[in-house]
């Protein structure tokens, strides 16, 4: 399935999703400029994926996307994130041929950002001031 990337400069949040009804309504009513298809994730569990978290916080604008359950217990513990479900699922490794789907983070603006692209993910680093998070999971490319 497409998960779907739009980016709000208002609130300068990224915001991923594999509905494209929801992606649809964040791009007509709610401010965020469509991105498009930025991978391809699975809808169920099958061998080898793990659950996508989503969560989100109000204070920060951001949308934060993990695999590490219990990272994202202590975002929602500690950082004021709010649960949103699970997005769908995603390969944890390399092992089924997936691509590196590249985890960044913008502190001065509170903004995760999620790429396939190595180019796009070292221009945010260098024009834009986000920071390497590492790989948040391996995905099938666009």
Not at 9 to 28: K, S
Not at 42 to 62: H, I, K, V
Request: proline residues 4%; hydrophobic residues 35%; glycine residues 10%.
């Amino acid at each position: 399935m497409p998960l779907y990337r739009a980016y709000n400069p208002a609130t300068t949040d990224h915001f991923y999703t594999m509905y494209q009804y929801e992606y649809n309504f964040a791009v007509t009513n709610q401010g965020y400029l469509g991105d498009g298809v930025a991978c391809k994730i699975f809808q169920d569990a099958g061998a080898g994926t793990s659950p996508l978290y989503r969560l989100y916080s109000s204070e920060g604008t951001d949308h934060f996307y993990t695999t590490d359950l219990q990272g994202a217990v202590l975002a929602a513990a500690n950082l004021g994130y709010t649960w949103e479900g699970i997005v769908g699922h995603v390969f944890t490794d390399t092992k089924c041929g997936g691509k590196p789907f590249h985890r960044l983070f913008h502190p001065a603006i509170v903004d995760h950002f999620y790429t396939t692209s190595i180019a796009e993910r070292d221009g945010a680093i260098q024009q834009f001031g986000y920071v390497s998070e590492g790989i948040a999971a391996y995905v099938i490319p666009a």
